[in-house]
């Protein structure tokens, strides 16, 4: 299972849009194009329904209406509520994602988090300095981070390659968990976690990730050795 960044071409005009201005312009200002909304400005809000897509672009962006289409947001900061009936495709410094989300959310940030009450219909790829996943996805978690906090669910796979990652109590993944981590920095506090086979990687700080290694039957804990990863049944 590679891992794969599924950023969308749409996503690029946006940022472009937005970065070549420097500041964000000091109004909010938006326009209509058939059914999709396109508000920009320093502080732009959609709370109301839309017909198509969403899309916003500015400095901190703030959705909790009703997309019928597809949630598409370039920002310094984002918060990303409400309902989307389509798929979520975002970029920008803070990434707070608390929507319910029908299709698939790729994000890349500073800081994401996927807040405990978001749901991820389909399949999550997330990019990010530092990333913490407390919600529900439905379907495939890959995520890339600085650091990763995993403290969700994830109903099949999670592919996680991470400078630290952090496994939560709360982290319940039904499918195979494909770990590269850099040595050391890996930590799990859980009393449950994959249902299915483990696979697990390491590498120095200075290193690049490796194939992972395949463990099954790790259907609840795992811990650190020194020199080695071991994985045993609570």
Same mark, same amino acid.
């Given at each position: 299972?590679?891992?794969?960044?599924?950023?969308?071409?749409?996503?690029?005009?946006?940022?472009?849009?937005?970065?070549?201005?420097?500041?964000?312009?000091?109004?909010?200002?938006?326009?209509?194009?058939?059914?999709?909304?396109?508000?920009?400005?320093?502080?732009?809000?959609?709370?109301?329904?839309?017909?198509?897509?969403?899309?916003?672009?500015?400095?901190?962006?703030?959705?909790?209406?009703?997309?019928?289409?597809?949630?598409?947001?370039?920002?310094?900061?984002?918060?990303?509520?409400?309902?989307?009936?389509?798929?979520?495709?975002?970029?920008?410094? $803070?990434?707070?994602? #608390? =929507?319910?989300?029908? &299709? %698939? +959310?790729? /994000?890349? *940030? @500073? !800081?994401? $988090?996927?807040?405990? #009450? =978001?749901?991820?219909? &389909? %399949? +999550?790829? /997330?990019? *990010? @300095? !530092?990333?913490?996943?407390?919600? #529900?996805?439905?379907?495939?978690?890959?995520?890339?981070?600085?650091?990763?906090?995993?403290?969700?669910?994830?109903?099949?796979?999670?592919?996680?390659?991470?400078?630290?990652?952090?496994?939560?109590?709360?982290?319940?993944?039904?499918?195979?968990?494909?770990?590269?981590?850099?040595?050391?920095?890996?930590?799990?506090?859980?009393?449950?976690?994959?249902?299915?086979?483990?696979?697990?990687?390491?590498?120095?700080?200075?290193?690049?990730?490796?194939?992972?290694?395949?463990?099954?039957?790790?259907?609840?804990?795992?811990?650190?050795?020194?020199?080695?990863?071991?994985?045993?049944?609570?």
């Amino acid at each position: 299972m590679a891992f794969q960044t599924y950023i969308r071409l749409p996503l690029l005009s946006l940022v472009a849009a937005v970065l070549g201005c420097g500041r964000p312009q000091p109004h909010n200002e938006a326009t209509w194009h058939g059914g999709d909304m396109l508000a920009s400005g320093s502080t732009p809000q959609v709370t109301d329904s839309v017909p198509g897509d969403a899309i916003l672009a500015g400095g901190e962006l703030h959705f909790s209406g009703n997309a019928a289409g597809d949630y598409l947001g370039a920002g310094w900061d984002q918060t990303i509520g409400g309902r989307i009936h389509g798929a979520v495709r975002a970029v920008g410094g $803070e990434i707070h994602v #608390t =929507a319910a989300v029908d &299709r %698939n +959310a790729t /994000i890349a *940030g @500073g !800081t994401i $988090e996927l807040d405990r #009450t =978001a749901v991820i219909g &389909r %399949n +999550a790829y /997330i990019v *990010g @300095g !530092t990333v913490r996943i407390d919600g #529900t996805v439905h379907e495939e978690l890959l995520v890339s981070g600085g650091t990763v906090i995993l403290n969700g669910t994830v109903d099949r796979n999670v592919e996680v390659t991470a400078g630290a990652l952090q496994v939560g109590p709360s982290a319940v993944i039904s499918g195979t968990c494909a770990i590269a981590c850099q040595m050391g920095k890996f930590t799990s506090i859980l009393p449950r976690a994959s249902q299915g086979p483990l696979l697990h990687s390491q590498y120095p700080a200075d290193g690049e990730p490796g194939m992972p290694s395949v463990f099954s039957g790790c259907s609840a804990s795992w811990s650190p050795a020194p020199s080695s990863w071991h994985w045993c049944r609570a």
